[in-house]
Antibody, heavy 113, light 113 residues
Framework: EVQLVQSGAEVKKPGESLKISCEASGYIFSNYWIGWVRQMPGKGLEWMGI????????RYSPSFQGQVTISVDKSISTAYLQWSSLTASDSGMYYC??????WGQGTLVTVSS | DIVMTQFPDSLAVSLGERATITCNSSQSVFSSTNNKNLLAWYQQKPGQPPKMLIYWASTRKSGVPDRFSGSGSGTDFALTISSLQAEDVAVYYC?????????FGQGTKLEIK
């Protein structure tokens, strides 16, 4: 059974860095694209970017290019989404999604002073 | 990027009546490789991750009630709920997966009239 398990909720201050994770199981991790989706409070779903673990080939949606970094660690079948300097507008729910429409449970990120 | 536009933004329908949501893509999402439209429909209830209802534009995911149906091809698609039930109150999203950046529509909020 394909499963994507995300790391827990985070509360951060503006300017801090953050890396959230998505651990995959039930399939060959390297063979499938994994994407990240943002949902700001009360808003819709936004596709942020996607990575192919086998070669770490990464594509970002224009709105997120330069704002976040997507990476993987194939040795532990885990994908990451990271920020170097958070702002309040980064607050929201973040989902990892594997091709074939498998979703993680979401990670809530709250950025507040 | 493929831009997805849903109509309407919100919809109120009486119990037992038909509800239809439309979705337009800025370019065709038909794949000549497999002769399928790479378009999915999701349902999201408050506090929950999105749940896929329909893929390949018209294929109902296992376990989804048959009152949900998808139609359309190329750039114009629709999700129809044939007889609205109280548990169908949710926000519905279309998503294209023809492009590597799998953008969503803005969402349609469905309520009971």
């Amino acid at each position: 059974e394909v499963q994507l398990v995300q790391s827990g909720a985070e509360v951060k201050k503006p300017g801090e860095s953050l890396k959230i994770s998505c651990e995959a199981s039930g399939y060959i991790f390297s063979n499938y694209w994994i994407g990240w989706v943002r949902q700001m409070p009360g808003k819709g779903l936004e596709w942020m970017g996607i990575i192919f673990p086998s070669e770490s080939e990464t594509r970002y949606s224009p709105s997120f290019q330069g704002q976040v970094t997507i990476s993987v660690d194939k040795s532990i079948s885990t994908a990451y989404l990271q920020w170097s300097s958070l702002t309040a507008s980064d607050s929201g729910m973040y989902y990892c999604v594997r091709t074939g429409h498998y979703w993680g449970q979401g990670t809530l990120v709250t950025v507040s002073s | 990027d493929i831009v997805m536009t849903q109509f309407p933004d919100s919809l109120a329908v009486s119990l037992g009546e038909r509800a239809t949501i439309t979705c337009n893509s800025s370019q065709s999402v038909f794949s000549s490789t497999n002769n399928k439209n790479l378009l999915a429909w999701y349902q999201q209830k408050p506090g929950q991750p999105p749940k896929m209802l329909i893929y390949w534009a018209s294929t109902r995911k296992s376990g989804v009630p048959d009152r949900f149906s998808g139609s359309g091809s190329g750039t114009d698609f629709a999700l129809t709920i044939s007889s609205l039930q109280a548990e169908d109150v949710a926000v519905y999203y279309c998503q294209q997966y023809h492009s590597i950046l799998c953008n969503f529509g803005q969402g349609t909020k469905l309520e009971i009239k």
